[in-house]
Structures are given as C-alpha cells and as structure tokens.
C-alpha cells in the first residue's frame, strides 16, 4: 500500500518560488503515474500535471512554463518546482498517485497550503 506524505508550501511573493515534496513508502513511486492537483475554497480539486513512469510530463496551461514535476526514484520522492507564482495559483496543492493497470489516482497525499500574496 502506497503512503503519500507532503511537504514544502506556505507564503510567498508574487513572482516567487516553492517547491514541494511528496514522498512516497510502500512501493516504489517509478511505476506510477504521479499527479498534482490543487484545490480553492467552494472549487473543485483541478488537475495540475503529472509525471509518467517514463519520466515525461504533462501540465495544464495555466501553469505550463513555469511549474515543473520532477522525480527522485531512488529517494522516492516527486516534487512540484513553482516559479513566478501568481495570486490565482493560492490554493491547497494534493499529490497523488495512479496505478497504470488501475487507472485512477489513489492514495492521494494529506495536502499542502501555498499562498500567494503581497
């Protein structure tokens, strides 16, 4: 059973950088597909991007060019690289993972609050 835990996030500047951490037990994070997805009061939870096993990615528009998913398979670890953040990226960041043979994203990790804001 895979276990997702989180880290990194809080306050920071428009036009600033976070990273996150989301580290994985239980089963080696290579053969997932991982997801960020983020998620504001009264909205549903929005698919940020994912990286495949293969180590390619893939992002939504809004954040491409400046957010970049990345993997340590040997830590077990993937983290979400957010640059130039802007106010409308304020919201709480979940990663999560999908078994390929399963085709949907379960575990998710407990969730990390980023704010955005002079």
């Known amino acids: 059973q895979v276990q997702l835990v989180q880290s990194g996030g809080g306050l920071v500047l428009p036009g600033g950088s976070l990273r996150l951490s989301c580290a994985a037990s239980?089963?080696?994070?290579?053969?997932?597909?991982m997801g960020w997805f983020r998620q504001t009061p009264g909205k549903e939870r929005e698919f940020v991007g994912v990286i495949r096993p293969s180590g390619s990615t893939y992002y939504v528009d809004s954040v491409k060019g400046r957010f970049v998913i990345s993997k340590d398979n040997f830590n077990n670890t993937v983290y979400l690289q957010m640059n130039n953040l802007k106010p409308e990226d304020t919201a709480v960041y979940y990663c999560a993972a999908q078994d390929p043979n399963r085709g949907v994203y379960d575990p998710w990790g407990q969730g990390t609050r980023v704010t955005v804001s002079s």
């Open positions: 239980g089963h080696p994070l290579s053969t997932y597909y």
